[in-house]
């Protein structure tokens, strides 16, 4: 059946049988916008318009563009429409993303009316925004001048400013940035389309609207639907936007321009990235080098066949740990990690990209260039062996049949695989299509072995000369030549200021200021669409399980099912071991490295690359995790603020298969459980090595995470546990065991063997071993007996002793926790690292054990994030983002900043935060419907789209934890039922906990130094 409209003609009709999907391709008459209708059975529901975008410069235009077409627009009135929609729908998905040549905006929904409000408000922001009238919108997101009085030294501010200096701080982002640019040097890529901080100022009011004028027209633009929603409907709403405009030039404008591959020999080049002058407690500062060698593959489009033969032999060389170049390179000892990832293949034009980071010196750095082509040229030579190949074709084919993509809607994975050609005026299902460049690909590797694979490496990266080696070397003195440069180029500004101009800028400073803390007038607010308590569930969704406990089945084991109605095929198999018999402090620490070990260094007769294609050939992946859980002791009322003393503690290897592979499956994972190779001194060091610089990175680029670790650490013995293993604290525990691991290897070898030993005690292991399993009724049969056989091949007596009671006992870990944290200082750390900008952190306990915590606390704790934080930290404060988190089964509430240029003013936001939430508190009992939005985006929250997998996994952990369903359905009733009055309560225990709650930062020396000249003392340690 088709569906046409007047104003549509319909270009193209295509199945994708693939994903069961019916797509029509439209295009608007008047407006010559197209429009891809996808048509499917997924009540998460998607939209998306795109346009092509390409900068000419690194002021970051299209980036700034992106933040301001949400704030504000003809019919949606307020300063921020999209915080509101933040703040009060059930949207599953809200965000727009700048690409090197295009912007993104993306919404979906499970709730119809929900989706077409989002949908308005999207469509009307692109169109017709603020921003293009209004100087203060770039002024605010983009930048601005800042001054307060005419002494004062001028500043920069700006959200995405500050946000791309925290890019521009972290060396990994450095590196991908110049590696791009070295490629390109002739087109729109060799360009930042996020923006260089340094180049962001140029950009002024005037050039922002002409760029939105140029490329937001709808004849530039691409725009999608896909899910269960009426098609007809879809086209109605968008021709009342699209009748406004006539076609124009726009796209032939937009077109992306082509690199021709014309290098004639590879380029060299070197880069400074930023480094600590001091170095980590008085360690000489790190010297090593970043690198990485990159290839322009193509400068015509790739036939599908081309391009399933890099995707695979992308996974053959870099896919996996024991992938022939990941391999090398990590064995070769020339440096820590891995950079470049491979294969990227989401522009016009495909590149490759490999290195690798703390490399000692140029001399190193040239040898591993060396190895790379030593590597590539054996391949080329030898080819891959039939059980590479097997493995790698198997693991890409599983991911693109399972089709996977997390909370992350489906609709919207294949809008950004449609947009691969789409944008580039390709069909847009082209390259959704896989079965048929598969089915080819096979024929040949069954005719010609690996020829195919040879060809590829010669002609994409030997003997092609488009390529730019690219070197990071380390400045102990970039941070703060970045800081002069700024300092300088501000000051010469100010100094060519006339004293009117002066007068100008803090008068516009304080009216941006006064203009983002007012409130949005009620006309305005009235013309956001919302939802109201009516349109919402109000059951709590629960998902099918069915547990056999170890005393109803013969193998001692607890076995969880959870049967969905389709999994397509796929059985997803979690077993997990118990860990509570490890100790907390010689033990518990090196369970990173031991799964690691466990899961990529081999197992029984298999080396590393034997069980790697092992994985790959019968199975979708296994992985292992850490699962540590808080439980709701017996007897004790649910809603009660929990102590923490009890909990489970596992180890889980998750992974899936198809079910016919299912039996091979179980067998891997037994494997691994019962005889890993612990016994590689080469793997763990290469595995530490690695571990020491990914945290290092994630501390400068993600570093609120690590602050929040480390707050909870604080308060809560399981937080404390946390931090333990993943934590700031953790990177020291890295570099101690790489020492043992280098200096006195049997010692911890005989550690890493007393773990596998305490896991599997004969005793007690059957009865902490937990199978968890998903699949369909078909799965389900077909597995049935491959869990026996499993079940009974499993190590430990099925008759054995019980281990202890954790729904009753207190957990030996948190017994240890808690006496540590007895003697452990609670005080305000800062953690000293190079950046440019900081992560600000404060926390503390909002509810004493055995208090009552009711569903309005996260109606409450989310008004305080997409509100108050929202406004105050990153509208105001120009910090990137804002927010809290409030953990109600400990009652631990902390405050968090994310690449925030301030530090002390920060904090004295936080500690505002319970009075004006008083304030609120007062506005919103005059208000019923700003409550009704809070409350509104608070079940948004609790009713994401998931995944199978993530559906048995979940109701695992929810039956683990102790939970009942009757407290779930309670906790939802009280979040519908938040008053005005629960707002205050929160409040004030938000103003109790002012006194006894504590900072930590992750910032820079010389922000620490300011901070504390403004009365913001914290004990500091060096960490970078
Ligand atoms: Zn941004």
Redesign the pocket.
Known sequence: METTHPSFEVLQKDVVDEYGAYCTLYRHKRSGAELLSVANEDDNKVFGITFRTPPSDSTGVP?IL??SVLCGSRKYKTKDPFVQLLQGSLQTFLNAF?YPDRTCYVVASQNTKDFYNLINVYTDAVFYPRAVSDPNVHAQEGWHYELENPEDELTYKG??YN??KGVYSSPDSLLTRECQRSLFPDTTYGVDS?GDPRVIPNLSFEQFREFHQKFYHPANSRIYFAGDDDVIKRLEIMDEYLNDFEDNHSRSESMIQWQQKKFTEPKHEKHPYPVSANGTDGEAPPSTHMMCVNWLLNDKPLTSKEEIVITILDHLLMGTSSSTLRKALIESNLGEAITGGGLSDELLQATFSVGLKGVKGSDKVKEVEQLIYSTLERVANEGFTDDAIAASMNTIEFQLREFNTGSFPKGLAFMLGSMSKWLYDNSPTEALKFEEPLADLKKDIAANGSQVFKDAINTFLLQNTHRSIVEMLPSETFEEELLKEEKQRLASVKANLKQEEILKIIESTSMLKELQAAEDLPEAMATIPKLHLGDLKREVTEYPIEVISPSENDFGVTIVKHELVSTSGIAYVDFGVDLSLLDLETEVPLLPLFSKLMKEAGAGEYDDVALSRRIGTYTGGIDLSLLSSVLHPEGVDQSECLSGDHMMTKLFFRGKATSDKTGELFSIMKLMLTEPRLDSQSKALEMLRESKARLEANIVGAGHQYVNTRLRSRYDPAGYIQEKMGGISYLNTVKQLLQQAEEDWPTLLKRLETIRVKILDESTCRNGIVLNLTGDEHVFSAIDPYIKSFLMDLPGAAKGKQLQNFYMDVHPWIAQAKEHMKSQQVIDEGFVVPTQVSYVGKAGKLYEVGEKISGSSAVVSRYLKTGYLWDYVRVIGGA?GGFCTFSPDVGYFSYLSYRDPNLSKTIDVYDNASSELIKSAEDLAQNPEALETAIIGAVGDMDSALGPDQKGWISLQRWLSGETPEQRQKWRDEVLATTAEDFKEFAQRLEAMKQCSTAAVVSSKSAFETASKEGKQMKLVEVL
């Open positions: 980036h992106e933040h700048t959200v995405v946000e791309m996020g990137y």
